[in-house]
């Protein structure tokens, strides 16, 4: 009987100092893929990244080696609407960054930006995610 309980109670103090360990060990949990697409525009180097999580889109822009103090129009669609429209100052770095959340819809979501220098020529690109 004493080798029942002892063999119990090793077994539940076991199972009890494991639970912690699998929760902490668990990797994070992405719905979806992540895409990114780089360009040029005006001489500096825009990240457009796109990631789903939790069931909504991350959408990120980085503008990056822009001139201090420069604006730009950066403007995201996602299916087609608009949903930013903005100009932007570079900081004294040279760098923009917006990062926005939107909901899933059906199909696939196609996210689009174009980002233009004010008083200069603007370049796009666009992302399907699946």
């Known amino acids: 009987m ?8 090793v077994l539940g103090a076991t199972s009890l100092l494991a639970a912690p360990l699998s929760l902490v060990a668990a990797p994070a949990h992405a719905d979806g893929p ?4 780089s360009f040029r525009v005006a001489g500096a180097d825009v990240d457009f990244h796109v990631e789903k999580e939790d069931g909504r889109f991350d959408v990120d822009v980085d503008v990056d080696d822009a001139k201090p103090g420069s604006k730009w129009r950066i403007v995201l669609r996602h299916d087609g609407k608009v949903f930013h429209n903005k100009v932007h100052r570079a900081d004294s770095d040279g760098d923009i960054d917006v990062d926005k959340r939107r909901a899933d819809t059906k199909g696939a979501d196609v996210f689009k930006v174009t980002v233009k220098k004010v008083g200069g020529k603007g370049k796009s690109s666009t992302i399907r995610m699946r």
């Open 2 to 9: 004493t080798n029942v309980r002892t063999a119990a109670a």
């Open 34 to 37: 992540e895409k990114e697409r």
